[in-house]
């Protein structure tokens, strides 16, 4: 099933530029599209949104760590590696399960969604096109996707959760970047 969920989203790859183009951005350009996402809330948001911004870079720094250990319990070669694809971005034969892309997306979307829902939805919307866009460009299967979207779902909830133990690492950088002059600052007080 994993391999025929693959197939009907790749094989439309090559078929239709526009749509191989969307792809191809999406799947190569989400780091840099969501770092500047973050960026934007923490120069222009208030306190509370740039603690928002520091939880959603460690839930993806955790969520990250365990793609990593996953990736060396279970490496299952890429599909390009064991099947002929429509490989529109070349890419390391390394372990396919589970993917950084999207780990990285969905993990930053559901951080922030579970503090801020209107930025939170259209990230994870994003999220969701940059996961379909590495099975199209045949880098990943949909498993490997819907592994990601577990790992994020677990990093966010594990950081949401104990956010507590958290806050201490938001305020000391909270602290350290309003003490730099000549940058913009909202809000400095913070109250739940």
């Not at 971005?89 to 999207?102: E, G, L, Q, R, Y």
């Not at 979307?109 to 099975?135: H, K």
């Not at 956010?163 to 950088?173: A, W």
Request: a positive charge; proline letters at 4%.
């Amino acid at each position: 099933m994993n391999y025929q969920l693959f197939q009907d989203i790749n094989n439309l790859a090559g078929h239709h530029s526009f749509l191989d183009r969307l792809m191809v951005f999406t799947s190569s350009k989400a780091f840099i599209i969501y770092a500047l996402a973050l960026l934007l809330m923490w120069v222009f948001g208030k306190e509370k949104i740039k603690y928002t911004v520091v939880f959603a870079v460690i839930t993806t720094a955790i969520g990250l760590i365990i793609n990593f250990i996953l990736g060396h319990i279970y490496n299952e070669p890429r599909p390009f590696v064991t099947h002929k694809v429509h490989l529109l971005i070349k890419h390391a034969a390394d372990a396919s399960f589970p993917s950084d892309h999207s780990t990285f997306a969905f993990s930053i979307a559901l951080a922030v969604l579970f503090r801020n829902r209107i930025i939170g939805f259209w990230m994870l919307l994003f999220a969701i096109l940059v996961g379909i866009s590495r099975v199209y460009v045949g880098n990943h299967y949909p498993f490997d996707v819907v592994g990601s979207f577990v790992v994020s779902v677990l990093a966010s909830l594990f950081v949401y959760k104990f956010s507590s133990i958290f806050e201490p690492i938001c305020r000391l950088i909270i602290a350290i970047y309003n003490k730099i002059p000549f940058v913009p600052k909202n809000d400095r007080s913070f109250s739940k």
